[in-house]
């Protein structure tokens, strides 16, 4: 009984361990950035994504079905917000599971209004390419050498995998830490943008100077405090600066106030409901500013 006992412990722990190795194979296997995909969108990033895949990877533009091949794996949206939508609807829902958002903007509500799963992979591209086929700039800083760009969701390694063949940097994050950074984010994207043309439309770089200091620095505070109390977590301290350094690496960028639904819109809200309840507007800067730019 004794080596009858041994023997099927070995062969169950041997199971185990063969069953453990190919998993762990799986997933290394499944992280690489090789796995066949499709590219929806054939601009800067769309083609950058290309570029770093394989010729397994289907591109579609704008407008187009999802094809049924391949029939598996990611599906990277790369187009702008305002069709989001429409890539939904053009995807058949056996594979919306799949789909991964590269926008710009907070995506949660979008994505639960769709009826997308929490566990959609979405990314906080810190990658700027200036034209289509340029090199692209990765979003290392000197207070972020690990690279600012990050992913959630269940192809969130695929999405790793790929861009490091480009060695491209994206960190995985999850629950309130991806939150965090998709908030202070957000916050470079509408505070950067705002302050650049209050003051005739400087670029990136410019608005991080000295000279805007005061109102740079206002209108971050008060979208720090607004949007952390709206999603419910605590940015790190040194969001200034860490911003900052982000922006010295896009210093050339030009400004410009676009997308308001996806962009400062979301902040907007957060007044215009406190407004309405008969509270003061948490952040009367930033309402000031975009009346001024004729936004409002």
Known sequence: MPPLFFSVSYALALLLLIATSTTEAFSAAAATGTTPSIIVGG??????????????????????????????????????????????????ESRRKDLIFLQNGMLGDFIAEQGLP????????????????????????????????????????????????????????HGDDFMAAALEKHIFICATNVIGQLNGGVSFGEVYSTKYAEQRNQL???????????????????????????AASVADFPTGVKEFEWRNGWFYEISKKAMEAGEKDPMPFHTEALTTLGVL
């Open 118 to 173: 929490s566990s959609t992979t979405q990314c906080l591209l810190y990658l700027a390419v200036p034209s289509l086929g340029a090199p692209p700039i990765d979003g290392i800083t000197s207070l972020n050498p690990e690279g600012l760009t990050a992913a959630n969701g269940i192809w969130a390694e695929e999405l790793a995998g790929r861009l490091s063949r480009g060695n491209l940097k994206c960190n995985l994050k």
């Open 43 to 92: 601009g800067r990033i769309g083609s950058l994504l290309k570029e770093l895949g394989t010729d397994a990877d289907v591109v579609v533009k704008r407008g187009e079905p999802i094809p049924s091949e391949p029939s598996s794996g990611p599906i990277y949206v790369c187009t702008r917000n305002d069709v989001l939508a429409d890539v939904v609807a053009a995807t058949p």
């Open 220 to 246: 971050i505070d008060e979208m720090v405090a607004a949007g952390s109390k709206k999603v419910g977590v605590t940015l790190q301290p040194g969001t200034a600066d860490r911003l900052a350094a982000y």
